[in-house]
């Protein structure tokens, strides 16, 4: 012991931090820099830890922000499609107002065209109407002016200078065998002149009562016609002609069968086998 009661060192190492081994680091290990202490370890694992996180965090904020930069700009571009989807349905709907108002328009120009058609058909039939009554009124008039006049078929031709009038009064003095004196007022060839061609003869005879006569004469000397390739009928008028033309070939038919026919106007008749003429259409 000391002075101070024996405790001199045991105080000097206490007041001494280079003696007191909890202030000096060299003589505690659990002091040392590079080992902190047991109590910081675990702070500052759970540092750590949150620093991880939070990177780990905001590396998804990034990725967040990214994806919404992303669909904001596929929103900004939808946007702009729609507007110009709008403005595409505007200018639709616009031209289709346009349409619909020609097509009312047109509708009504149609109705307008059909109904002015209708009077046109009318009046197309009322002329037709009236036209055919002319028609007939006419073939009336031409059959009453024929009426008198014969035609005298396969009399040769024999010069431009023959006279058809003695050709014919000869025919009817030998062939028919009419000993009456006939007037004929007037007596030539129609149509137009062609080689092999036999042009027939008109006849106008004065008397109505004549050419019946000579009709009648034909019944008793047909036979004699037939012998000389000749015949006599009555001159018919050109519609009861074009009504003929359009049924020959049914004569051509008929005949081809081996059936008579004859021409009633313009009626066709063929001979039954009781033999009487009935009138064929078709």
């Known amino acids: 012991m000391n002075q101070f009661g024996g405790f001199g060192q045991q105080y000097q190492s206490t007041m001494n931090p280079s003696l007191n081994p909890t202030m000096n680091p060299t003589l505690n290990p659990a002091m040392s820099p590079m080992s902190p202490p047991p109590w910081a370890t675990g702070l500052i694992e759970d540092i750590k830890t949150i620093k991880q996180q939070n990177n780990i965090v905001v590396s998804k904020i990034d990725k967040i922000e990214e994806s919404v930069s992303k669909i904001t700009l596929k929103v900004e571009q939808l946007e702009l499609q729609v507007k110009s989807m709008e403005n595409s349905c505007n ?22 065209f059909n ?27 031409e059959f009453h002016s024929l009426r008198q006049n014969l035609l005298f078929h396969g009399i040769k031709e024999t010069s431009n200078q023959e006279n058809c009038e003695e050709t014919i009064k000869t025919l009817i003095r030998d062939v028919l065998q009419i000993e009456k004196n006939i007037e004929l007022d007037r007596v030539h060839r129609i149509g137009k002149a062609s080689p092999g061609k036999t042009r027939p003869i008109v006849t106008k005879l004065h008397h109505y009562s004549d050419r019946e006569l000579i009709r009648k004469a034909l019944i008793d000397n047909n036979q004699d016609l037939r012998t000389l390739h000749q015949g006599v009928g009555i001159q018919q008028t050109k519609v009861t002609l074009e009504k003929r033309r359009t049924k020959q070939h049914i004569v051509d038919r008929e005949r081809t069968a081996g059936r008579i026919t004859k021409w009633a106007g313009s009626r066709l008749l063929v001979k039954r086998q009781n033999g009487t003429y009935q009138e064929i259409i078709n």
């Open 115 to 141: 109904e002015k058609s209708n009077k046109f058909e009318n009046i197309l039939h009322t002329y037709q109407t009236k036209l055919i009554q002319i028609e007939d009124a006419n073939d009336k008039l």
């Open 91 to 112: 200018f639709i709907n616009g031209q289709f107002e346009e349409t619909k108002l020609k097509l009312n328009k047109s509708e009504e120009q149609i109705k307008m």
